[in-house]
């Protein structure tokens, strides 16, 4: 089965990019019918979709962040990134990644990294 794992630094300065990756084991980033999303939930709030990159590559993201977010891949290494620029204190917050699958029913989070909490402050 799909596993997926977060990595980066805990620690952000204000003003700097925010950075992380997600490592995926288990299935190809280029396998159809699946996109590979960031998710985020900041201290005493509920899950914040940042955004995703599909299996042919497009991304597509929260048009509150859209300004700031950018997710690119890798294939060789099968690994997805997330770089969210100037960052804020506001941008606390355990960040996810995840496989999403498009169904009739909507789109299911099935797949989730086990998450990395990121500080942004002085």
């Known amino acids: 089965q799909v596993q997926l794992k977060e990595s980066g630094p805990g620690l952000v300065n204000p003003s700097q990019t925010l950075s992380l990756t997600c490592t995926v084991s288990?299935?190809?980033?280029?396998?159809?019918?699946?996109?590979w999303s960031w998710i985020r939930r900041p201290p005493g709030k509920g899950l914040e979709w940042i955004g995703y990159?599909?299996?042919?590559?497009?991304?597509y993201y929260n048009p509150s962040l859209r300004s700031r977010a950018s997710i690119s891949r890798d294939t060789s290494n099968n690994h997805f990134s997330l770089q969210l620029s100037s960052a804020t204190p506001e941008d606390t917050a355990f960040y996810y990644c995840?496989?999403?699958?498009?169904?009739?029913?909507?789109?299911?989070?099935?797949?989730w990294g086990q998450g990395t909490q990121v500080t942004v402050s002085s």
């Open positions: 995840a496989r999403v699958y498009p169904s009739v029913a909507g789109y299911l989070y099935q797949d």
């Open positions: 288990g299935g190809a980033l280029t396998t159809n019918n699946y996109g």
């Open positions: 990159i599909a299996n042919g590559g497009s991304t």
